[in-house]
Antibody, heavy 121, light 110 residues
């Protein structure tokens, strides 16, 4: 059974940092592209960032470019999202998701359970 | 990268068919067949119901189908059931090697 288990969500002050984790099991972690997707309160889904299966290519939405960093550790079957310079509009439920392909293609078949990030003073 | 355009809401009665449109540009929907649709119930993770315009993952009902013409993709749900009531999102690969979602459509089954 494919599982993605997330952790790391918290309440953080504006300007602060947070790292989200997503541990995969039940599949070969390496070859697949992985993405982070978020949903702000009352809003729709927003793709945040993606990393290719090889880990050598990373992509970001304009809204987080320069502040967020995606990475993956194959040895730990873990995906990360390092979030710096957090703002109130980063408040959302964050999901990790596994792509069907090696690249990032928007084919997100498996999702984590979501983790809540709240940016507030 | 602007969100793909979906109607905010659609509704239908049990047994009816509905269509949800998803309009982008030649740099996303119109340029690639990497168009997916997701069903999202509150407090649950989104669920992939169609990929590559019209491919159903295992376990997804044949009542769900998709199509694409130019810059617009469509999700068709036939034989509406009460449990289909949810938010639906389209997504597409883009020229920028990123992914863009639609704004979401709330389906109400009357």
């Amino acid at each position: 059974e494919v599982r993605l288990v997330q952790s790391g969500g918290a309440l953080v002050q504006p300007g602060g940092s947070l790292r989200l984790s997503c541990v995969g099991s039940g599949f070969t972690f390496g070859p697949h592209g992985m993405s982070w997707v978020r949903q702000a309160p009352g809003k729709g889904l927003e793709w945040v960032s993606g990393v290719s299966g090889g880990g050598d290519s990373t992509y970001y939405a304009e809204s987080v470019k320069g502040r967020f960093t995606i990475s993956r550790d194959r040895s730990k079957n873990t995906l990360y999202l390092q979030m710096n310079s957090l703002r109130a509009d980063d408040t959302a439920i964050y999901y990790c998701a596994k792509d069907d392909y090696t690249a990032i293609t928007a084919t997100l078949r498996y999702w984590g359970q979501g983790t809540r990030v709240t940016v507030s003073s | 990268q602007s969100a793909l355009t979906q109607p905010a809401s659609v509704s239908g009665s049990p047994g009816q068919s509905i269509t949800i449109s998803c309009t982008g540009t030649s740099r996303d929907v119109g340029g690639y067949d990497y168009v997916s649709w997701y069903q999202h119930h509150p407090d649950k993770a989104p669920k992939l119901i169609l990929s590559d315009v019209n491919n159903r993952p295992a376990g997804i009902s044949s009542r769900f189908s998709g199509s694409k013409s130019g810059d617009t993709a469509s999700l068709i749900i036939s034989g509406l059931q009460v449990e289909d009531e949810a938010d639906y999102y389209c997504s597409s690969y883009t020229d920028f090697s990123t992914v863009v979602f639609g704004g979401g459509t709330r389906l109400t089954v009357l």
